[in-house]
């Protein structure tokens, strides 16, 4: 290459780099930095994970309210940390599809892929989708046979404080599609999530030591739980969530690990399960560490053709592995089923299976009124209850406990 030619490069190069430069510049006149400004190229080929990072330092960095804006394209990212705390109240606005690496073997993080951390007024909204490519990554997962598999969740929000999340999609995840875990006061609206039935153990909206999480308006079909609380989380709203295919809504399971903390306050509300394997469902494993769960309200709920519409077990067992013949040492207490209607796929609608060594106490049900709907049986729907005295109130269809 000649001189000349040389030349041309440089002053090229010198020319992109002012343009990148005065469009930062330009970005931070208003406190808006697009990512397509820091080098992302909507290609769905190259990774973005850099640019997206460099975006998410200016804006965190600025003095004033902050976007991250996400226009419309398709960005793949390998793995990307949004971490706080930032100077001032932040914003990621995802108008475009952020899409994962195909497989397991290009993820720079095995257990993660977008994670926001430590932030207070945090804001992510702008009706964009995360993408898992899941299909390519379910037949390698093997979780049912190792229990401390490694599979990366498509978005933690870890320490979010104050924080609103709304009008975001997430499609096909490759191991839970969102994680909860040490936020205060976070609200999740108007979210959209998405996989096929079969698709393994991809969990809608999974929290843990988190208080005041409030999930509401939102479509979660999933191939497992579309909300589930681990340990520790506490003063939970579920209110106007469409739920399935999945699992249904849990608590648990809880009592495997030692020291779990105790989950305090759940109420389900206004929620609709449609082809589900459960409904609402209490679990906790048999042979279990001590443990508190307490304060559930599950109420105006409508069950269509769910196969286990009311569940506490705390026989929970599943691929054997675990002792069934110790109780569980879990107490759960003062849960109130109030107002649940629809259609069972099983004759069993109700089935409330408490500890042998800690009964349930404090257990209300109240204005059941559950039709069974499969074909293989005929005759009406049937309760099934042990070590438990629940205060039964108005309707009992089918008549519980018995």
Not at 244 to 262: M, R
Request: neutral net charge.
């Amino acid at each position: 290459m000649d001189y000349s030619s040389c030349s041309q490069l440089l002053v090229l190069a010198i020319l992109v780099l002012f343009t990148l430069a005065q469009n930062i510049i330009n970005a931070a006149s208003n406190g808006v930095f697009n990512v397509i400004d820091f080098g992302a190229m909507a290609d769905g080929i190259r990774d973005n994970s850099k640019a997206f990072e460099n975006a998410w330092r200016e804006a965190c960095n600025w003095n004033t309210y902050s976007t991250v804006l996400v226009p419309p394209g398709k960005y793949l990212v390998t793995s990307v940390v949004f971490k706080g705390p930032c100077k001032a109240p932040i914003s990621f606005q995802l108008q475009g599809l952020i899409l994962a690496p195909p497989g397991l073997s290009k993820l720079a993080d095995k257990e993660s892929w977008i994670t926001f951390e430590s932030l207070r007024s945090f804001t992510l909204t702008g009706g964009g989708t995360f993408h898992g490519q899941g299909r390519t990554a379910w037949p390698e997962n093997q979780c049912h046979k190792n229990s401390n598999c490694q599979l990366p969740i498509s978005i933690r929000f870890n320490k979010l404080n104050d924080s609103t999340i709304t009008g975001v999609q997430s499609v096909d995840s490759k191991f839970f599609h969102i994680n909860i875990l040490g936020c205060y006061n976070l609200k999740l609206n108007k979210i959209n999530i998405s996989a096929p039935d079969d698709s393994p153990n991809t969990d809608g909206i999974h929290i843990g030591r988190s208080n005041g999480i409030e999930i509401s308006n939102s479509i979660i079909a999933t191939g497992d739980d579309c909300v589930s609380l681990g340990d520790g989380s506490q003063n939970v709203l579920v209110s106007d969530v469409s739920c399935g295919p999945g699992h249904g809504i849990s608590v648990g399971s809880l009592g495997k690990y030692k020291k779990e903390e105790d989950v305090v306050g759940l109420t389900v509300i206004n929620c609709t399960f449609t082809g589900t394997s459960n409904g609402v469902r209490i679990k906790t494993w048999p042979d279990s560490e001590d443990g508190k769960a307490s304060n559930f309200t599950f109420e105006d709920l409508f069950m269509n053709n769910v196969e286990n519409p009311i569940v506490i077990d705390q026989e929970y067992c599943p691929h054997n592995q675990c002792n069934i013949k110790v109780p569980s040492r879990v107490k759960i207490s003062n849960v109130r089923f109030r107002n649940i209607r629809g259609t069972s796929l099983t004759k069993e609608a109700v089935r409330i299976v408490c500890s042998k060594e800690i009964p349930c106490q404090n257990v209300e049900i109240g204005d059941i009124n559950l039709v069974y709907n499969g074909i293989d049986d005929k005759g009406p729907a049937i309760s099934s209850c042990s070590n438990v005295k629940p205060t039964l109130v108005g309707k009992q269809i089918p008549a519980t406990c018995v």
